[in-house]
């Protein structure tokens, strides 16, 4: 099937071999499998509301699943319970939360288990609609609550326009205190 534009996040994403990553919205979990296939001794905690996809993504990555490398839960973002997890870098494709509406929600679940260096990479498209016009919209839900926008990337891959955002999190008080 062809995907450049999920092959052109993953390398975005440039995963580490010993990278703990967070995918918001897996799907089919056809992003997982290409970072997986990056990883050594990383991980790859893959979440999705959706029942029907976490058990679609869970029979893709069966090996990855079996090998420890891949972890999936049914479970909305806003809501979900990643315990002590906490992640180098996170990432959402064509999840329309971050383009939509104010994510407010999610984004302070985001920051939670981001490491202090971590970033979030939104990456989205819709058609009628331009990259530049999407990544207005992804920055404009981000910086609302208080992230540095750090980069913004656009291409056009598999007839879509699609927009990348970069994203760190708000400094904790404590810290900008120093
Ligand atoms: C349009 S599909 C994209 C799937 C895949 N990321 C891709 O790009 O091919 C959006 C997916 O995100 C999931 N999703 C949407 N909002 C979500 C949320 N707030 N928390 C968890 N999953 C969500 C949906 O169930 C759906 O599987």
Known sequence: MPNDRIAWAVDVLSPEASEEI???GCGHGVAVTMVCDRLIDGRIVAVDRSATMI???KRRNAHHLVAGRAQFHTAELA???FGEACFDKAYALRVGAFARKDPTRELVVLARHLSPAGR?????DEPAHSADNIARRLEAGVRRNAWTVEAVLTRRLDGCDVACVIALPPRPAAAAKR
């Open 79 to 81: 809501s979900a319970d």
């Open 120 to 124: 979030l990479f939104l990456f989205h």
């Open 55 to 57: 058990v679609a993504a």
């Open 22 to 24: 967070l995918e918001i």
